[in-house]
């Protein structure tokens, strides 16, 4: 009688040890089917970083800008603020009514395309991102440091290794050359201009500091950029 009470013993705990591992195993597949794709979304959010609303006034007239702005090479290490840095990418390409952007456009066909490579920027990782105009926002794409290898394809300029983030202007010459044809690298070339100044008036109005590199190889650029676009202008931003 002892006997069969022991085995029967010996085989409930030997059921409620197979059905917990059977619950254990349930568990692990339900994470592992459902589990991934939260983890993916959360991730997802994360890739679109909105950033804060530009500010439209300033106490530094535009007069004082345009007769100060200098191209400065020496940065601290102090770390921009994100505000600093959505100012400045809404310089270069933001939109300002609904339609129109903060510089002028052939066609109003917007060939212009604007990429951070961040080091030391407040509240963001470091990292390559893409500036979305329409919903003034920044597109995560990767976390590799690009940045650092930058000054070895521009002709060893080595003081780029010390800026906080460097602003990449690039463009889709196709969207010009639909309509305008032969005329579109000309155009296209003007609208980089536009974008860099308005990112020198716009640093030094933040009391930042940059300055316009084109000196650098373009094919190699694109390349350690990884983008469909042409890169035609570089411009390292930091505190001064
Ligand atoms: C098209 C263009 C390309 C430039 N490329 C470089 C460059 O590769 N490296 C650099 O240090 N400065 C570069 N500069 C900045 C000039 O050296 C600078 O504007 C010039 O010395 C005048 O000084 P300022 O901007 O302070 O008035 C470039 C400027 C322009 C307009």
Redesign the pocket.
């Known amino acids: 009688m002892q006997k069969k009470t022991c085995a029967l013993k010996i085989l409930l705990l030997a059921l409620s040890l197979a059905i917990l591992f059977s619950i254990f195993l349930l568990v692990a597949k339900f994470n592992h089917l459902y589990g991934q794709k939260i983890t993916n979304s959360v991730e997802m959010r994360q890739d679109i970083i909105s950033l804060p609303e530009p500010r439209l006034s300033s106490d530094v007239s535009i007069e004082e800008t345009m007769s100060n702005?200098?191209?400065i090479?020496d940065f601290t290490d102090e770390h921009l603020s994100l505000e600093e840095l959505s100012q400045l990418l809404f310089a270069s390409q933001g939109i300002t009514d609904g339609t129109h952007r903060t510089v002028p456009s052939a066609g109003a066909l917007y060939p212009i395309e604007i990429y951070a490579l961040v080091d030391k920027v407040q509240n963001i990782s470091p990292g390559f991102y893409h500036y979305v105009p329409d919903t003034h926002s920044l597109q995560y794409i990767s976390s590799s440091s690009i940045k650092a290898d930058i000054p070895a394809i521009?002709?060893h300029?080595s003081?780029m290794e010390d800026s906080a983030a460097d602003i990449v202007i690039a463009a889709d010459y196709s969207r010009t050359e639909k309509k305008y044809g032969r005329m579109a690298e000309k155009y296209v070339h003007m609208e980089v201009?536009h974008a860099?100044q308005n990112i020198?008036l716009q640093a030094y109005a933040l009391g930042l500091g940059t300055?316009?590199?084109?000196?650098?190889e373009n094919a190699k650029m694109k390349k350690l950029m990884g983008i469909e676009y042409m890169p035609l202008?570089i411009m390292p931003v930091g505190k001064t």
Do not use: L, N, P
Not at 211 to 216: C, D, Q, R, S, Y
């Open positions: 702005r200098r191209s090479r521009a002709y300029q003081w201009g860099a020198y300055t316009i590199v084109a000196g650098f202008a």
